[in-house]
């Protein structure tokens, strides 16, 4: 039981370049997120997913786009990566029956954008 | 002005202390509360879960509620090298697919 699980867990990027970072989950949960973290920011949430087929969006969308490709995966892209968004990316998984809040996090991807 | 504000620290205390670490929030629909410990160059992990008012013990941990201040806080007693991290609160609305609101973080370091 791998738990959430993330790819790449380092990547430098140039300006005006894309990627995805991929996530996958192996609890069965129904629930999917992505955070960005930044000094001094805390984690705040880009894109989460409540259930396979839909995506909403958090805090901080903009020059994201995400896939829910599956119940155990979702994907973040960055269609043309600016130097912004270097920062450290966790995503998330969380069990919506249960009566706790617990998010489940991977290990982060570090990116950075030149 | 965020939502919830977290004294970034850092915190050191020595080995054995009593820590008190605080957030405060502005949302008073928020009525879940947690704080997540998240080591270097690790993903948070779910350390206590509160909801509304009130407190919560959990072997060394103490979690406190206070909506009316909107007033949250983590006591460590008999502190441990081990604790050292960084803690983060975090908030949720009832009905909101569980997102969460973060505070920034206090790194905190235990002396031995």
């Known amino acids: 039981n791998a738990g959430v699980t993330q790819t790449p867990k380092f990547q430098v990027l140039k300006t005006g370049q894309s990627m995805t970072l991929q996530c996958a989950q192996d609890?069965?949960?129904?629930?999917m997120y992505w955070y960005r973290q930044d000094p001094g920011m805390g984690l705040r949430l880009i894109y989460y997913?409540?259930?396979?087929?839909?995506?909403d969006k958090g805090e901080v969308p903009n020059g994201y786009n995400v896939s829910r490709l599956n119940k155990r995966e979702f994907s973040l892209r960055l269609e043309s990566a600016a130097p912004s968004q270097t920062s450290v990316y966790f995503c998330?998984?969380?069990?919506?029956?249960?009566?706790?809040?617990?998010?489940?996090f991977g290990p982060g991807t570090r990116l950075t954008v030149t | 002005q965020k939502e919830v504000e977290q004294d970034p620290g850092p915190l050191s205390v020595p080995e054995g202390a009593i820590v008190s670490l605080n957030c405060t929030y502005s949302?008073?629909?928020?009525?879940?509360f947690m704080w997540y410990r998240q080591y270097s160059r690790k993903g948070p992990e779910l350390l206590m879960y509160t909801y509304s008012s009130g407190n919560k013990e959990d072997g060394r941990f103490t979690a406190q509620v206070d909506k009316s201040s909107k007033y949250i806080s983590l006591f460590i007693r008999d502190s441990q090298p081990s604790d050292s991290a960084t803690y983060l609160c975090?908030?949720?609305?009832?009905?909101?697919?569980?997102?969460?609101?973060f505070g920034s973080g206090t790194q905190l370091t235990v002396l031995p």
């Open positions: 998330a998984s969380s069990d919506l029956r249960t009566a706790t809040y617990e998010q489940y």
């Open positions: 997913s409540a259930s396979e087929g839909t995506t």
């Open positions: 949302n008073s629909a928020f009525q879940y």
């Open positions: 609890m069965n949960h129904n629930s």
């Open positions: 975090a908030m949720s609305r009832s009905g909101s697919a569980r997102q969460l609101t």
